[in-house]
């Protein structure tokens, strides 16, 4: 690997990681000696990137830092591509849409030499059976979510029995075959998994849920890492 790659993909390392990265963790990603990882760091803290740390402690890139967005691999651009191609396919409307405009804007941006990659990729995402259409607007579904407000929704489970329910949104799981709202539910006072295409009717409430969605994602996949460990 070149030297000005190497420093590239430093960057890149850093950026993934929140916690302090060593060098010996850096050296490792990039089969690399652990000397060579100091000097580059040194490099790229003297061209003032703004990395934070020291050797034997780890490194942090301060936020806010940001590269051009053209400096991207040909697998990075396969990858997003790819991504997109799986949205567009399992995805709710307004994702599908957004990831087709995400492609098109890849292949506006990147390189000419690159432009292949993104219009006749080597690697494709298919879909072998249509998801059930929603009823209702996932976009705004997915507005409660990022703003934490509460929802009031109409639901038929699978023997089609309503109900009317007042949950706290967390996150929208895409599956294979459905799509999924995971949301503390006020009535059953535990996580619920409701899939959207069963909800007859939502509406987002002024009510926000006491907690952040983050903390409840991070109580939600505890409570499910116990279930299973239940189930074995």
Request: hydrophobic share 45%; net charge positive.
């Amino acid at each position: 690997m070149r030297r000005a790659d190497r420093l590239f993909q430093i960057i890149q390392i850093l950026r993934r990681h929140r916690k302090p990265l060593t060098a010996d963790a850096i050296a490792l990603e990039l089969e690399t000696s652990k000397r060579s990882i100091y000097r580059d760091i040194a490099t790229l803290m003297a061209q003032r990137v703004p990395i934070r740390g020291e050797a034997g402690v780890g490194y942090v890139l301060e936020g806010g830092y940001d590269m051009p967005p053209l400096m991207l691999t040909a697998d990075e651009i396969e990858a997003a591509v790819l991504g997109a191609q799986l949205v567009q396919v399992r995805g709710d409307a307004g994702l599908a849409r957004a990831a087709q405009d995400l492609i098109a804007k890849i292949a506006a941006a990147v390189p000419e030499r690159l432009r292949p990659i993104v219009l006749e990729p080597a690697s494709l995402a298919t879909q072998r059976k249509a998801l059930p259409e929603d009823i209702v607007d996932v976009t705004a579904i997915r507005a409660a979510i990022h703003s934490g407000r509460k929802l009031r929704i109409d639901y038929r489970d699978e023997q089609a029995r309503p109900s009317a329910r007042c949950v706290w949104p967390i996150t929208i799981g895409y599956l294979e075959a459905v799509r999924l709202l995971v949301a503390w539910c006020e009535l059953r006072t535990d996580f619920r998994h409701f899939r959207t295409d069963r909800i007859q009717a939502v509406e987002v409430l002024e009510e926000r849920f006491p907690e952040r969605p983050a903390v409840l994602r991070a109580k939600w996949r505890k409570t499910m890492n116990a279930r299973d460990r239940h189930d074995d």
